[in-house]
């Protein structure tokens, strides 16, 4: 599996949507632009310590940003490099993962959004089912 995740194409395509959703720099203040430099020069380093297990992830930085609420919540933003093998990773888990979602989960989940999941319920209302639950794990714990 850690062949897929370090495949050209993968890293590639996960570089594409890091690099495109832009995003603050981590702890070590690399920037997206600067993403593909950093890529060609240590991206052979960084792949022979995956496949070694010796990569280390870079700590998170914390960032507290507001919310309607007046109160804040805080964000955690990782170094571009390692977004760009977290999202490698995704692109290699998440359909392993997908397969055992129920059909009517609308979280984080590909080709499903908050709209869907209204009108979903909607239906569900006007076919006679009572009740929408909705559980928002962070709170849950």
């Not at 359909?95 to 869907?116: L, M, T, V």
């Amino acid at each position: 599996m850690i062949k897929q995740v370090i495949n050209k194409k993968n890293l590639n395509e996960a570089y594409l949507r890091v690099y495109g959703n832009k995003g603050a720099a981590g702890v070590d203040s690399v920037h997206v632009t600067d993403l593909q430099s950093r890529l060609k020069a240590h991206g052979n380093t960084y792949n022979q310590q995956i496949e070694r297990e010796t990569y280390q992830v870079s700590p998170i930085l914390g960032v507290e940003i507001p919310k309607s609420n007046g109160k804040t919540r805080l964000l955690g933003i990782p170094t571009v490099v390692d977004r760009v093998y977290q999202q490698a990773l995704h692109h290699v888990l998440q359909p392993i993962f997908e397969a055992d979602f129920q059909q009517h989960s609308y979280g984080f989940r590909p080709k499903r959004n908050a709209h869907q999941a209204v009108t979903q319920s909607l239906q569900n209302i006007n076919s006679g089912y009572q009740d929408v639950v909705n559980i928002d794990l962070k709170s849950f714990f």
